[in-house]
């Protein structure tokens, strides 16, 4: 599995942007697909993420502003982004998690059982 994420740019306060990250290869064996970021000099963290029950969580600190989606055929989720702030300013990321083939046989899904995409910057200039 592959994952390319695109829609990064320079916005201003106040302004929206969306990502995308579309996924090619084995993408049968995806189970989950999230967001995540890392702001210059800090660690990597969870931004968006959806559970094996369809329900998406959201980091605190884009409750409310971020939206994450999934198209109908699961190769692509998107990340919403409205109100950018400049603390939102940072490398995105998506991740898949290949736990599908792990889930069948109701075994744990291996640690390294995950892909990540390149990154996209965002930056939010006030």
């Not at 046989?105 to 200039?125: I, N, R, Y």
Request: hydrophobic share 40%; with cysteine; proline share 3%.
């Amino acid at each position: 599995v592959q994952l390319q994420a695109s829609g990064g740019g320079r916005v201003q306060v106040g302004e929206s942007l969306t990502l995308s990250c579309a996924a090619t290869g084995t993408v049968d064996g995806i189970s989950a697909m999230d967001w995540y970021r890392q702001a210059p000099g800090e660690a990597r963290e969870l931004v968006a993420q959806t559970t094996s029950a369809g329900v998406t969580n959201y980091a605190d600190a884009v409750q409310g502003r971020f939206a994450m989606s999934r198209d109908g055929t699961k190769n692509t989720v998107y990340l919403q982004m409205n109100s950018l702030k400049p603390e939102d300013t940072a490398v995105y990321y998506c991740h898949a998690e290949l736990c599908v083939i792990a889930q069948a046989m109701g075994v744990p899904c291996p640690a390294d059982a995950e892909v990540w995409g390149q990154g996209t910057l965002v930056t939010v200039s006030s």
